[in-house]
Nanobody
Framework: QVQLVESGGGLVQAGGSLRLSCAASGSSFSINVMGWYRQAPGKQRELVATISRGGSTNYADSVKDRFTISIDNAKNTVYLQMNSLKPEDTAVYYC????????????????WGQGTQVTASS
């Protein structure tokens, strides 16, 4: 059984910074891709950023040059450094992981965290 545990959300003034963390725990898994999605009230869940185990990154245009995603493979943890936050960044942020799971035969499985609220006030 694999779990994703998120931390680091909160309330910040516009222009401020927050850092999100998400740790994958369990047994018999390896990381393929980890990342962050977000969902604002009344809107669909959208990609924020992803990073592969090898470090290849992908960002939504709306967060490029403000957000930085990184991964610590030894800790099975992904981070999202969010700078210059805007009110439109306000949303529930969900950690996402595409993992290879299995001790003998590995299967690719998607996991989601429980979500953490990020609020940037104007």
């Amino acid at each position: 059984q694999v779990q994703l545990v998120e931390s680091g959300g909160g309330l910040v003034q516009a222009g401020g910074s927050l850092r999100l963390s998400c740790a994958a725990s369990g047994s018999s898994f390896s990381i393929n891709v980890m990342g962050w999605y977000r969902q604002a009230p009344g809107k669909q869940r959208e990609l924020v950023a992803t990073i592969s185990r090898g470090g290849s990154t992908n960002y939504a245009d709306s967060v490029k040059d403000r957000f930085t995603i990184s991964i610590d493979n030894a800790k099975n943890t992904v981070y999202l450094q969010m700078n210059s936050l805007k009110p439109e960044d306000t949303a529930v942020y969900y950690c996402y992981a595409k993992l290879w799971v299995g001790a003998v035969v590995a299967y690719e499985v998607d996991y989601w965290g429980q979500g953490t609220q990020v609020t940037a006030s104007s």
